[in-house]
């Protein structure tokens, strides 16, 4: 079965950095798009970076210049490293992945910045 474990979260100062991880396992990951998602409290989950299998990836207009998302494909891992943190990136981060027309996702991890 598609699991997806996150981890990597924490309490940081703004603009300090965190590197997040996301591993999987159930499916061949090499072969499926990843993407990072957060969810803030008491707003809608929002897509934050994605990779496709080939490596072109996606940000959020909020994150671009401050995160990076790569993959390891040996390792069956996506990574979010997030530089530059400010207190509204606070939120529960959460790995996703779509197989077979189905989207699961990780329990998540949080990020929590203070000002």
């Known amino acids: 079965q598609v699991q997806l474990v996150e981890s990597g979260g924490g309490l940081v100062q703004a603009g300090g950095s965190l590197r997040l991880s996301c591993v999987a396992s159930?499916?061949?990951?090499?072969?499926?798009?990843m993407a990072w998602y957060r969810q803030a409290a008491g707003k809608q989950r929002e897509l934050v970076a994605s990779?496709?299998?080939?490596?072109?990836?996606n940000y959020a207009d909020s994150v671009k210049g401050r995160f990076t998302i790569s993959r390891d494909n040996a390792k069956n891992a996506v990574y979010l490293q997030m530089n530059s943190l400010k207190p509204e990136d606070t939120a529960v981060y959460y790995c996703?992945?779509?197989?077979?027309?189905?989207?699961?996702w990780g329990k998540g991890t949080l990020v929590t910045v203070s000002s």
């Open positions: 996703k992945v779509a197989v077979g027309g189905r989207d699961y």
């Open positions: 990779t496709s299998r080939l490596g072109p990836t």
């Open positions: 159930g499916f061949t990951f090499s072969t499926y798009h």
